[in-house]
């Protein structure tokens, strides 16, 4: 073992230190081979139906098949636009097998986004739910998409559970808002005219780009990240590795609360738990605590992936702790710090670890992760998957010695292309080296394993002193009457900035002065909260991850 790579010691027996990334010519590849091995199993459900390995195969392929006869080309992007549906994974693997490049878009973006994110891409063609079609009318002639495949929140559900839904979205809800789009079919009517059309083989390369995942863009304009098939498919092999010694083929049931559209779902329960033969269920409103739980009440799950404000949510449901946990192996939290409360009473309540793991969009998007087992370190990010090297750096990418406080960056074979059509932003991302700038603070432990410390962009700077809002928010979440928490710094005379917490009770008794008392146990001067703000709720992106900036900003 190499001595720069200590982390390697904590990997649980049966993870390998490397995986191989090209194992597979291309991600099409892998997942025909997982279709065959696993053709009987179900794949994927929502809403109670469910689709089969089998089924994915052949509709994938019809629906590969159709879009190529629309005079789509290989090489050429198709965006998807919808929550988490079954018709997500067919027409997933339906445009990579058609050879297109796929660009997940956020279906709750403005018209503004949307346009940004399509004519940067060049998009050609989308597949949309109908719910947001109102939107896409708006900007459409502005964009060079031709193809417009429209679907409905029940179309995939049958006859009569369809049916039903679609009048409730539509009609008793009216979450479908009128639109006019010209030449639209629906994605029923795309997967029946495949069928007269046979789909070539393409088999793209591992260099190719097959995916634009488009970063958030807290720093400006969202990027789109260059992901190739070799990208995918390292950080597929590199998760299954992490996560096979506590898992079985063809018996695992997943359950998804996190949009396919997103990287984390999109590679963990999309990519590497199907490759292993689960079945995941998709969750399309994963602010529908009471949905969540009706999944565990009907199946027996054993994965779970979130982000930490889910977890909290689900643990503050007066329903959720009578629920049976007996078949839960590991839940694993990504997108945002998973705090130390909510890790101890998640555990406490389910009697399953809470292993937090850290990724970003350029890296496929995961970098390191605990073992689910419990063997990690909760405050930790865990240890760097296989193949993948892990330092901490000074301004001028000097690595530093374990211990001390610096950037993290990575190197491994998941690392992106680099950002589509913006060679500048590349360059400040990614080293010479090859090594990727991932903008958070962090040190390396003497025994391996990582920890953040914060964002750059956050970091409070009271006096002088560096403060980190992870640590203020962690140690507020420990007060049992706080149920969520942000830290932002806000503009001060006398220091240069103070620390402002926005607190959501979980008891309406808790006051300023009792938490003030009780930040004055656990914080040193510069680091208390000289700001307290009650909310009702905090502004939160659509997985979940608190909006700090728009907590700064005021516009929230």
């Not at 679609?166 to 997967?191: D, G, H, Q, S, Y």
């Not at 962090?442 to 964002?455: E, H, N």
């Amino acid at each position: 073992m190499n001595e720069n790579r200590p982390w390697v010691t904590h990997y649980p027996s049966g993870v390998p230190a490397n995986i191989n990334p090209d194992e597979y010519n291309n991600l099409i590849e892998m997942f025909e081979e997982t279709f065959e091995k696993y053709r009987k199993l179900p794949a994927f459900q929502c809403m109670g139906k469910s689709i089969t390995f089998d089924q994915l195969d052949k509709m994938s392929t019809q629906f590969g098949a159709y879009l190529l006869s629309r005079g789509l080309e290989p090489g050429d992007k198709i965006a998807l636009m919808m929550p988490n549906l079954l018709q997500y994974p067919i027409a997933l693997f339906g445009a990579l097998r058609a050879g297109l490049v796929i660009v997940n878009t956020n279906p709750l973006y403005t018209p503004r986004e949307m346009k940004h994110q399509f004519t940067d891409s060049g998009a050609k063609a989308i597949i949309i739910a109908e719910n947001f079609a109102a939107n896409l009318e708006k900007v459409i002639g502005d964009t060079s998409i031709k193809t417009v495949i429209v679907t409905s929140i029940g179309e995939m559900l049958g006859t009569f559970k369809g049916t039903l839904t679609n009048f409730v979205v539509r009609t008793v809800k009216r979450m479908v808002p009128k639109f006019n789009i010209p030449n639209t079919v629906t994605f029923k009517e795309a997967l029946a005219q495949g069928k007269k059309f046979t789909l070539p083989d393409l088999q793209t390369k591992g260099d190719d780009v097959i995916a634009l995942q488009y970063t958030g863009g807290t720093t400006g304009l969202s990027k789109g990240a260059m992901l190739t098939n070799r990208n995918l498919v390292a950080n597929m092999l590199q998760i299954r590795a992490s996560m096979m010694p506590f898992l079985k083929e063809k018996e695992e049931v997943a359950l998804s609360p996190l949009p396919m559209y997103h990287i984390f779902a999109f590679a963990v329960n999309a990519l590497a738990l199907m490759s292993l033969g689960t079945k995941t269920i998709l969750v399309t409103n994963a602010r529908d605590i009471g949905s969540i739980i009706k999944e565990f009440k009907n199946d027996k799950i054993s994965v779970l992936t979130g982000v930490n404000t889910l977890f909290n949510a689900l643990l503050n449901h007066k329903d959720f702790a009578a629920l049976d946990f007996s078949s839960l192996k590991g839940t694993v939290g990504g997108g945002m710090a998973v705090q130390k409360a909510v890790a101890l009473k998640w555990h406490e309540v389910t009697g399953c670890h809470l292993a937090e793991g850290y990724g970003m969009t350029e890296a496929s998007p995961v970098i390191s992760t605990n073992p689910i087992d419990g063997s990690g370190q909760i405050g930790t990010i865990g240890v760097p998957v296989p193949s993948t090297d892990v330092r901490i750096a000074d301004e001028n990418d000097t690595p530093l010695p374990v211990g001390e406080v610096g950037e993290i960056q990575v190197k491994g074979p998941q690392v992106m292309k680099g950002y589509y059509n913006n060679k500048e932003e590349t360059d400040r991302t990614i080293t010479f080296a090859g090594w990727l700038r991932t903008g958070d603070i962090g040190l390396m432990q003497p025994d391996g394993f990582f920890k953040i410390v914060d964002r750059k962009k956050d970091m409070i700077l009271v006096s002088g002193f560096n403060v980190y809002p992870n640590e203020i928010e962690d140690v507020l979440a420990m007060h049992p009457k706080v149920l969520e928490v942000a830290a932002v710094g806000v503009p001060d005379e006398k220091s240069g900035e103070a620390v402002k917490v926005f607190i959501v009770k979980k008891d309406k008794s808790l006051n300023e002065n009792e938490l003030r008392e009780y930040c004055a146990e656990q914080f040193t001067g510069y680091k208390k909260p000289k700001h307290v703000e009650f909310r009702d709720e905090l502004p939160k992106t659509n997985v979940g991850k608190i909006l700090r900036r728009a907590l700064r900003d005021g516009n929230s």
